[in-house]
């Protein structure tokens, strides 16, 4: 009997007590951002970096670079359903903003890079995006006498600086210093009450509690930096025939045996081959959202008021969705005010002008 007890006290304290001292979500203006010891920020790399953004010469033929899909004339996204791709080729999946990407733990609409630098690295090396072989980059790159001296400047004391991880670095810096700070939303949550007009202080109380936006968009970023099923609709562009062929390719070569029958994008399915994680996607941060339309992994909403009617009717039509979503029944007011709330959250975007590339010899 006295085992019996032991077991019950116990069973009561991981359901009831447990659950009352979880932390809640909380929202957070934009702190510092953090900088990963093995990659310290310095003026050399960070300004290495950004000719490195811009610069076509990092795909195979000399035609794509990150900013190609991440336009700082478009919120550093791409306003097409789907991304660029590599000439020949069109992509599966939609742009996502590179604007406070520092503070994500997770990258990719799968979530399969940990970090700015393991980011950095796949799309020059992916066939359909950037297709460009490691190895001929730095040699490339070691045929312009500039990049030379700014690798040498960047990396001191390393013999041989011009590496794929040392270039994945320094965009990684220069991509930590996109941050949209000042915000309304920001001004607001540092005592700045006029910073939101009465119907954005309404659709923040919207947020946080009848629509409950707050459990997935949450943290400095408003994202909680995790995998959800939401069942976002089928985009029509992800029946043309190349966008199927990109998404068999992707498939097959991630180890998916039936990587034929899958119609749509599995999300991170495709990454893991956890069944669990089949049609789940990385929550996006909504900061500076109302500047970046279209929306989802596959750009199928083009507006904000589509996105909020979506989850106003709990999401989609799919097995095994988020338990969080469920019908919200927000009258015409509240949408409009959530809307307006969403809007807020624009901070100062930073102005980056396309720099000179340097030559060859």
């Known amino acids: 009997m006295k085992i019996k007890t032991n077991i019950t006290v116990k069973t009561l304290f991981l359901f009831l007590v447990i659950p009352l001292i979880a932390k809640e979500p909380t929202l957070e203006p934009l702190p510092e951002v953090s900088i990963p010891k093995d990659n310290p920020q310095t003026k050399a790399k960070i300004e290495l970096g950004k000719l490195l953004y811009f610069d076509p010469r990092l795909s195979g033929d000399g035609s794509t670079s990150c900013a190609t899909c991440h336009d700082p004339n478009q919120g550093f996204a791409k306003s097409t359903e789907m991304s660029p791709a590599y000439p020949g080729n069109k992509h599966f999946r939609h742009s996502p903003t590179?604007?406070?990407?520092?503070?994500?733990?997770?990258?990719?609409?799968?979530?399969?890079?940990?970090?700015?630098?393991?980011?950095?690295?796949?799309?020059?090396?992916?066939?359909?995006?950037?297709?460009?072989?490691?190895?001929?980059?730095?040699?490339?790159?070691?045929?312009?006498?500039?990049?030379?001296?700014?690798?040498?400047?960047?990396?001191?004391?390393?013999?041989?600086?011009?590496?794929?991880?040392?270039?994945?670095?320094?965009?990684?810096?220069?991509?930590?210093?996109?941050?949209?700070p000042n915000s309304p939303f920001d001004r607001y949550l540092r005592g700045e009450k006029n910073a939101l007009n009465p119907q954005q202080v309404?659709?923040?109380?919207?947020?946080?509690?009848?629509?409950?936006?707050?459990?997935?968009?949450?943290?400095?970023?408003?994202?909680?930096?995790?995998?959800?099923?939401?069942?976002?609709?089928?985009?029509?562009?992800?029946?043309?025939?190349?966008?199927?062929?990109?998404?068999?390719?992707?498939?097959?070569?991630?180890?998916?045996?039936?990587?034929?029958?899958?119609?749509?994008?599995?999300?991170?399915?495709?990454?893991?081959?956890?069944?669990?994680?089949?049609?789940?996607f990385k929550t996006p941060s909504l900061r500076n959202v109302a500047i970046t339309p279209p929306y989802m992994h596959n750009g199928v909403f083009k507006t904000l008021d589509e996105v909020i009617e979506f989850y106003n009717n709990g999401g989609g039509d799919i097995r095994n969705k988020d338990p969080k979503l469920k019908r919200l029944n927000l009258t015409k007011e509240e949408k409009e005010a959530l809307k307006a709330f969403l809007h807020s959250l624009t901070g100062e975007i930073p102005e980056v002008e396309e720099p000179e590339l340097p030559q060859y010899k």
């Open 98 to 180: 590179v604007l406070n990407s520092a503070y994500n733990d997770k990258l990719f609409w799968d979530g399969r890079a940990n970090s700015l630098e393991e980011q950095a690295e796949k799309p020059i090396a992916s066939p359909f995006e950037m297709n460009m072989n490691y190895d001929l980059l730095e040699e490339r790159l070691k045929s312009i006498p500039k990049y030379v001296e700014m690798f040498k400047k960047a990396f001191p004391g390393e013999k041989e600086p011009i590496t794929i991880k040392n270039i994945a670095k320094a965009i990684a810096a220069f991509e930590r210093t996109l941050i949209t």
């Open 202 to 280: 309404k659709g923040l109380e919207i947020f946080k509690g009848k629509a409950n936006c707050i459990q997935c968009h949450n943290g400095p970023n408003l994202t909680d930096n995790q995998l959800h099923i939401t069942g976002v609709p089928k985009a029509k562009i992800e029946d043309d025939s190349q966008v199927q062929a990109v998404r068999r390719f992707v498939l097959k070569t991630g180890g998916i045996i039936d990587y034929e029958n899958y119609d749509r994008d599995p999300g991170a399915f495709a990454s893991t081959k956890d069944k669990k994680q089949l049609n789940a």
